[in-house]
Structure formats: structure tokens, C-alpha cells
T-cell receptor, first 114, second 112 residues
Framework: ETGVTQSPTHLIKTRGQQVTLRCSSQ?????VSWYQQALGQGPQFIFQYYREEENGRGNFPPRFSGLQFPNYSSELNVNALELDDSALYLC?????????????FGPGTRLLVL | GEDVEQSLFLSVREGDSSVINCTYT??????LYWYKQEPGAGLQLLTY?????DMKQDQRLTVLLNKKDKHLSLRIADTQTGDSAIYFC????????????FGQGTTLQVKP
């Protein structure tokens, strides 16, 4: 069974650019959540996708957007990057019927904005 | 409100028990979680407890929940150097959005 995978592992961008991060959910999982983890902090919820629709959103501006595809993989897009967007971005997937109860995390993408 | 608090650091000797504590504010949370994060890695789900339970044991891990005081603890028996990591407590809150609310993490240092 393949776990949650994310790409790329590391990324360096400059302020004002746009970035796309990708996530493949664990086999059989149909819900994907995205979190931002700043250095030394706990993860902060960005949003969750279920059946290709945004199911819930945290306190992040509209320049953070996402997609979920029919195969349940997902993308996180961030426009107009700011220095404070530098963080570890974590994707988590959940099996059917357990959108909240069990979230399994990938290794993350570390984004550095210069 | 939504807030999860943890102490920042715990140091123990190998073989001792470790107890990591957490307090949360949302009494409507139905699930509470413990995750482990090793350096440079993602989060590993260690265990979770349903809010109508007081205790859950899984091999070396024991979770205690005091719902009245909104206090959660994770006990690791016979702590090993491989247990050195950051441990996060999380709650699922009252919304049905899939949002998990995390504490800031407790760094566990295990000395040989």
C-alpha cells in the first residue's frame, strides 16, 4: 500500500511568483487536506477537498487555492508569493467515511520564498 | 474558541516513561490525536481517542483523556532514543470541515 506522496520535496521561489504543489493520496482515500507548518509551529489548516469540491477552509487568503482530481490527487496553488509563505506544506488524506477522524500525512514540500 | 496548548520541551532518560501533556478548549471535539514528527519529515499518526473514552492503550502508548478539564496526555513506556521527536496534540473541533487544530508541539529528548 502506497502512502501519501508529495512533490516536489523542496522548492525555492521569489516574492510575487506563483507555485503549485502536488499530492497523491493514499490508495483508497478520497479526501485530501492541506496544512501549512511554519518553522517551530504546529500545522495550520488551509483547506480540505472531498469529491473534487472544497469542503472547508481555514484562515488563509484567496491567493491560496486548490484542486482535487477524479483520481483523488490534489494540487495546492499559491499566487503572489510573500516571504511569510515560507513553510513546510503538508498534505493529508483520509479514507472514505472518515474525513476527520483519521488523516494520514505525507512528507511535505518545503517552500522557501526569497 | 479553538486553542491547543502543549509544553515545549521534555527530556527523559532511556528506559524511563515519558508523559506529554496537552490542553484544549473546544469541548465539542469528538476526536483527539497524537502525531509524531521526526526532523525533516511529515507527521505520523500515533494514536487517537474518541471523546467518550477515558483511556486508550496501544503497546507502549497510553492516552488519557480528562474531558471535564479538557486535558489529554500521552504516556510512552520504556522510552527509547528512537522516540526522540516532536509530538503534536490535535483536536477536530466543532466544524465538519476536516480541520484539525494542532498544538505547537512538544520536543521529546531521550538521553542514553
Amino acid at each position: 500500500e502506497t502512502g501519501v506522496t508529495q512533490s516536489p520535496t523542496h522548492l525555492i521561489k521569489t516574492r510575487g511568483q506563483q507555485v503549485t504543489l502536488r499530492c497523491s493520496s493514499q490508495s483508497g482515500h478520497n479526501t485530501v487536506s492541506w496544512y501549512q507548518q511554519a518553522l517551530g509551529q504546529g500545522p495550520q489548516f488551509i483547506f480540505q477537498y472531498y469529491r473534487e469540491e472544497e469542503n472547508g477552509r481555514g484562515n488563509f487568503p484567496p491567493r491560496f487555492s486548490g484542486l482535487q482530481f477524479p483520481n483523488y490527487s490534489s494540487e495546492l496553488n499559491v499566487n503572489a508569493l510573500e516571504l511569510d509563505d515560507s513553510a513546510l506544506y503538508l498534505c493529508a488524506s483520509s479514507p472514505p467515511g472518515a474525513r476527520q477522524e483519521t488523516q494520514y500525512f505525507g512528507p511535505g514540500t518545503r517552500l522557501l520564498v526569497l | 474558541g479553538e486553542d491547543v496548548e502543549q509544553s515545549l520541551f521534555l527530556s527523559v532518560r532511556e528506559g524511563d516513561s515519558s508523559v506529554i501533556n496537552c490542553t484544549y478548549t473546544d469541548s465539542s471535539s469528538t476526536y483527539l490525536y497524537w502525531y509524531k514528527q521526526e526532523p525533516g519529515a511529515g507527521l505520523q499518526l500515533l494514536t487517537y481517542i474518541f471523546s467518550n473514552m477515558d483511556m486508550k492503550q496501544d503497546q507502549r502508548l497510553t492516552v488519557l483523556l480528562n474531558k471535564k478539564d479538557k486535558h489529554l496526555s500521552l504516556r510512552i513506556a520504556d522510552t527509547q532514543t528512537g522516540d526522540s521527536a516532536i509530538y503534536f496534540c490535535a483536536e477536530n473541533g466543532s466544524s465538519n470541515t476536516g480541520k484539525l487544530i494542532f498544538g505547537q508541539g512538544t520536543t521529546l529528548q531521550v538521553k542514553p
